[in-house]
């Protein structure tokens, strides 16, 4: 085998980590105080979804930052250039969600979105396990899809089914969805966008790349 074989960076940076144990659940005492109703700005078919607060947000910015800033560290490779931005978080909310319920295809604002895995019960990693159809992902997952088009020579799309404690980092634009499920118990999770802000705290509308 050629040891000198190279690839080339193509396609969306989707990132996979595993968040600290104090934080995640921080992030569930909170989120289980919010009452603010989120569903009129959200994509899913899921009755309960609720904005943090001001403070929670400015909580969570603290806390994500190390996670946020390998993301941009990894980001600058990926692209071979240098992303002179700040981020401001924009929205952060929390979903409860339960038997039947999904989020359809869609994308996000901004410029960076992410999600966090609070809840993912074992009866819903049996039912995702034992799914007999022919779609990737199955029953509580979530793929991620470059391309609505299939193409055999190109991966246009991954599913996860997401481990607690689990985050992603993705672009806001990368279309993406959940499965539907059957289970009785609720898959809790966190989501939120980020924008490309310049040191005057104005939005950066592509042209943030510096060579």
């Not at 050629?2 to 569930?28: A, M, Q, Y």
């Not at 993406?176 to 118990?185: A, D, G, I, L, Q």
């Amino acid at each position: 085998m050629n040891k000198d074989i190279r690839h080339l960076n193509w396609g969306p940076l989707v990132t996979k980590f595993t968040l600290k144990d104090s934080f995640c659940k921080e992030l569930l005492k909170k989120g289980k105080k919010c009452v603010n109703d989120a569903r009129h700005i959200l994509a899913g078919i899921i009755d309960k979804e609720f904005t943090y607060n001001d403070d929670d947000m400015n909580w969570f910015c603290e806390e994500f930052s190390p996670y946020l800033n390998n993301h941009m560290n990894l980001l600058n490779t990926w692209h071979n250039a240098h992303y002179d931005v700040n981020l401001k978080l924009d929205k952060l909310w929390i979903n409860f969600m339960k038997q039947s319920e999904f989020n359809p295809l869609h994308i996000h604002t901004g410029d960076l979105s992410f999600v966090i895995y609070l809840k993912v019960p074992k009866e819903l990693e049996l039912e995702n396990k034992n799914y007999k159809g022919t779609d990737q992902g199955g029953p509580g997952a979530i793929k991620f899809i470059n391309e609505l088009k299939n193409d055999e020579m190109c991966i246009t799309r991954h599913s996860f089914l997401p481990k607690e404690k689990e985050a992603f980092i993705f672009p806001a634009s990368l279309n993406h969805t959940v499965h539907p499920f059957r289970c009785k118990k609720e898959r809790i999770s966190v989501s939120g966008n980020f924008h490309f802000i310049d040191k005057n705290g104005n939005n950066i509308n592509n042209n943030f790349l510096k060579k």
